[in-house]
């Protein structure tokens, strides 16, 4: 019997246009760009403008993905969208976009998966499944996020931590294909969710700043829980494929903290050179971060046929996760 794998035939992405320094942030909140640089690698990030949604951005990172697969948007069967900052409460930010492509008359499926941080490799896996399935040829899916609007802009711990943009792949199915998506691997624990959350939500209401939450962290156990948990899904991975360190090419990480994405990288033994890093210009931008990183070194050309590139994830939840692409 054939074998159906899916691989990434595009990728692109979208960061708004206005840019915000750690100098800048030192204006606005008790910090420095010194204490910044050191603890996370940040140096700037960008913040969508006034009017400037979600969708906006999925549907540029959505557009550059299709024309990089070279194909007709109306010829995918499933939009994906992973965000944790949906323009609307609904409809899903899928549909938006779906929309604003232009493709609702081929009336495929559109939805969004909401795994915070780790929401574009959830994404990925329910794409390779429906691939897996012989549910769909093609699939867009796209990690976008304006997270710049759930932060407090007076919690130095947070604010100073996040960004917004998008980033997306285009999925095909290929029949016993040596390349493609070869595994992914999810988890999540909600059993320490208070670490990391929004004060507020639509049932149960405001936060006490009056809006729908801002994002409430403990910034340190977050950190050495992140650090495990991409460290044994990068274990987890190898096992489940039966490869070892030295064959991975490429890490393609979460970027959260260099300092958690240095820790993942010496779990491989793999040289920072090898590593996709965007955190320093782009900040954390949640569920677009891994699709924002992997087209980048996509279209620099860094990442060639064949390459094994493992991409993997942590977040709120937790949920954490990991995907190895054969390129
Ligand atoms: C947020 C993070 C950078 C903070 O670094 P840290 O070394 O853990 O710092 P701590 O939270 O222990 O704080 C240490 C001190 O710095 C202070 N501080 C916090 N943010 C600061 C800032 N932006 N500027 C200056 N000082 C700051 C704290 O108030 C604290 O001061 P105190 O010792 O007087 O109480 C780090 O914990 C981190 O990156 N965590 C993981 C975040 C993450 O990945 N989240 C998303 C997962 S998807």
Redesign the pocket.
């Known amino acids: 019997m054939s074998r159906l794998r899916a691989r990434i035939i595009g990728t692109g992405s979208c960061l708004p246009e206005k840019r915000l320094t750690n100098h800048e942030l030192a204006k606005m909140?008790?910090?420095?760009d010194e204490?910044?640089f050191s603890?996370?690698g940040i140096r700037e990030r960008r913040i969508a403008a006034e009017g400037e949604y979600t969708s906006d951005l999925a549907v540029e990172a959505g557009r550059r993905a299709i024309a990089a697969a070279k194909i007709p948007a109306d010829s995918l069967d499933l939009i994906i969208v992973a965000t944790t900052t949906p323009d609307l409460i609904f409809p899903s930010t899928a549909s938006i976009v779906q929309h604003k492509l232009g493709v609702s008359a081929s009336r495929m499926p559109a939805f969004d998966v909401q795994a915070?941080?780790a929401g574009f490799i959830h994404a990925l896996a329910i794409a390779d499944q429906f691939i897996r399935a012989g549910t769909c040829w093609r699939v867009l899916v796209i990690g976008a996020e304006t997270t710049s609007r759930i932060l407090d802009w007076q919690d130095?711990?947070?604010c100073?931590?996040f960004g917004d943009g998008a980033g997306a792949v285009v999925l095909e199915a290929e029949i016993d294909g040596e390349r493609g998506i070869l595994s992914t691997h999810l988890h999540a624990d909600g059993s320490q969710l208070e670490l990391?959350l929004t004060d507020g939500g639509i049932s149960r209401g405001k936060s006490p700043q009056g809006g729908l939450g801002v994002i409430r962290?403990q910034?340190?156990e977050?950190?050495k829980q992140?650090v495990k948990a991409m460290e044994s899904c990068v274990d987890e991975t190898l096992l489940a494929n039966n490869v070892s360190k030295e064959q991975i090419d490429w890490l393609v990480p979460?970027q959260?903290?260099i300092?958690?994405i240095q820790s993942t990288a010496k779990r491989l033994g793999m040289p920072m050179e090898r590593v996709a890093v965007t955190v320093d210009r782009h900040g954390?931008t949640?569920a677009a971060s891994v699709p924002l990183a992997l087209d980048e070194v996509v279209r620099s050309g860094q990442i060639q046929p064949g390459h094994r590139v493992m991409m993997v994830a942590?977040?709120?939840g937790f949920t954490w996760g990991s995907a190895l692409v054969r390129w």
């Open positions: 909140v008790d910090t420095s204490w910044i603890r996370t915070v941080c130095r711990g947070t100073i931590l990391l962290m910034g340190n977050v950190f992140a979460h959260a903290n300092r958690i954390n949640s942590f977040g709120g």
